[in-house]
């Protein structure tokens, strides 16, 4: 293998005529010089050797970047554990309403007020219209502990609306508290529209205590319909969730005002996207 030693010969000021000889070649050169005899002519010295460097290595191959799938917790998600779960279901034709019997469980439902109560409140004021403190948590882990381990994604598996499929919980979750006198007045739930094309299509809430505890008096989820003199009343039990549709589709509703203690709920909103885009999203 040709190479320029011009600059390792440089370094040597004299040469011996003995019979063989050795070149210093820089260690960093790795450079094998084998002994071979030296001649000498009338103008000079005549250098017979051979230079042999080792074979390159192969480089090794660059290794691929692989984008691994990393399942993150937090605290709050760490609350849901054990196997998933398949919720009862009730449902309220007259006002599109689904109701989940025991979709948390009382531990589950204790450990996110005691977090939002950690995190605190914000008050919210309306006269006579919207009396509240909420918290809005966002954390991803969250809803995928209550999308996977608490059988959402599975009740909603089969559901397919405007040609769109469920894929999870928008990662905002807002948890509501309702103190004596406090209220929330007759609205309908608005869709929400993600910048990545993924829209909310229904409301899940779920009420993290209830009255039969002695936590609170008053407080009644009312859903009205064209077609009923009267509303349908959902009393607050622990972990009972409400699923309805957003929009168009809304009942209109409210929560009757608060009498006594403190009432808490967790709301979140259902995303849909493209059949297509469903990999992307589902937990």
């Given at each position: 293998m040709a190479g320029d030693?011009?600059?390792?010969?440089?370094?040597?000021?004299?040469?011996?005529?003995?019979?063989?000889?050795?070149?210093?070649?820089?260690?960093?050169?790795?450079?094998?010089?084998?002994?071979?005899?030296?001649?000498?002519?009338?103008?000079?010295?005549?250098?017979?050797?051979?230079?042999?460097f080792p074979k390159e290595r192969p480089k090794p191959p660059t290794p691929q970047k692989t984008v691994e799938k990393i399942t993150q917790t937090s605290a709050l998600s760490l609350v849901f554990a054990g196997p998933r779960r398949f919720p009862e279901s009730v449902y309220f034709r007259e006002v599109d309403c689904v109701g989940l019997t025991r979709f948390l469980s009382g531990y589950e439902c204790a450990q996110i007020i005691d977090f939002?109560?950690?995190?605190?409140?914000?008050?919210?004021?309306?006269?006579?219209?919207?009396?509240?403190?909420?918290?809005?948590?966002?954390?991803?882990?969250?809803?995928?502990?209550?999308?996977?381990?608490?059988?959402?994604?599975?009740?909603?598996?089969?559901?397919?609306?405007?040609g769109m499929v469920p894929c999870g919980l928008n990662d905002v979750v807002r948890i509501q508290k309702f103190m004596p006198g406090d209220l929330s007045g007759r609205h309908t739930d608005q869709p929400v529209r993600r910048k990545d094309g993924r829209v909310s299509k229904y409301s899940l809430r779920v009420f993290l205590n209830g009255m039969g505890e002695g936590s609170f008096e008053g407080g009644l989820s009312a859903f009205h319909a064209s077609s009923r003199r009267h509303p349908v009343l959902f009393e607050p039990e622990v972990g009972l969730a409400l699923l309805y549709p957003q929009g168009d589709g809304c009942a209109v509703q409210e929560e009757t005002q608060v009498l006594r203690g403190c009432k808490y709920v967790l709301r979140a909103d259902v995303l849909f996207c493209k059949p297509e885009d469903h990999h992307k999203y589902s937990c």
């Open positions: 030693i011009s600059a390792g010969l440089s370094n040597i000021s004299s040469l011996s005529t003995a019979d063989t000889m050795c070149i210093g070649v820089p260690a960093e050169r790795r450079t094998h010089v084998l002994p071979l005899k030296v001649g000498q002519g009338v103008d000079g010295i005549r250098l017979d050797f051979e230079v042999k939002a109560e950690g995190q605190g409140f914000s008050r919210q004021h309306r006269h006579n219209q919207l009396q509240l403190y909420w918290q809005d948590i966002l954390d991803p882990c969250l809803c995928q502990g209550i999308w996977s381990v608490c059988g959402l994604g599975e009740f909603l598996g089969s559901v397919k609306i405007d």
